[in-house]
């Protein structure tokens, strides 16, 4: 069982930044590719950026190619998100993932392929 905890939201203006934590406890993120997701009212949950077990290889959702930064620090077993040059639609409650990954490259963006979630966060940009 893997417990995954966000933190680093809150409300920050149109254009600035924020860097979400993905605190892991109870296994080691090593042998996990991990992700983040988000989901905004009335929308459906959506990909945000996955990296894979041993951070060597990233994927990225196009509407945030280029702002967002997924990256890991195994030791530290935690999975960060750097948010730049945030937009009011990037208002949302975002989600950590992580899953069972055999391949050391993989990274996934289906919902489907992950095993554990955190509760989630919330991060608001004001316009």
């Known amino acids: 069982q893997v417990q995954l905890i966000e933190s680093g939201g809150g409300l920050v203006q149109a254009g600035g930044s924020l860097r979400l934590s993905c605190a892991a406890s109870?296994?080691?993120?090593?042998?996990?590719?991990m992700g983040w997701f988000r989901q905004a009212p009335g929308k459906e949950r959506e990909f945000v950026a996955a990296?894979?077990?041993?951070?060597?290889?990233?994927a990225d959702a196009d509407s945030m190619k280029g702002r967002f930064t997924i990256s890991r620090d195994n030791a530290k077993n935690t999975v960060y998100l750097q948010m730049n040059s945030l937009k009011s639609e990037d208002t949302a409650v975002y989600y950590c993932?992580?899953?069972?990954?055999?391949?050391?490259?993989?990274?996934?963006?289906?919902?489907?392929?992950?095993?554990?979630w955190g509760q989630g966060i919330q991060v608001t940009v004001s316009s």
């Open positions: 993932a992580a899953a069972r990954a055999t391949l050391f490259l993989s990274v996934h963006s289906s919902i489907s392929a992950y095993d554990y």
């Open positions: 990296i894979s077990r041993s951070g060597g290889n990233t």
């Open positions: 109870g296994r080691s993120l090593s042998n996990y590719a």
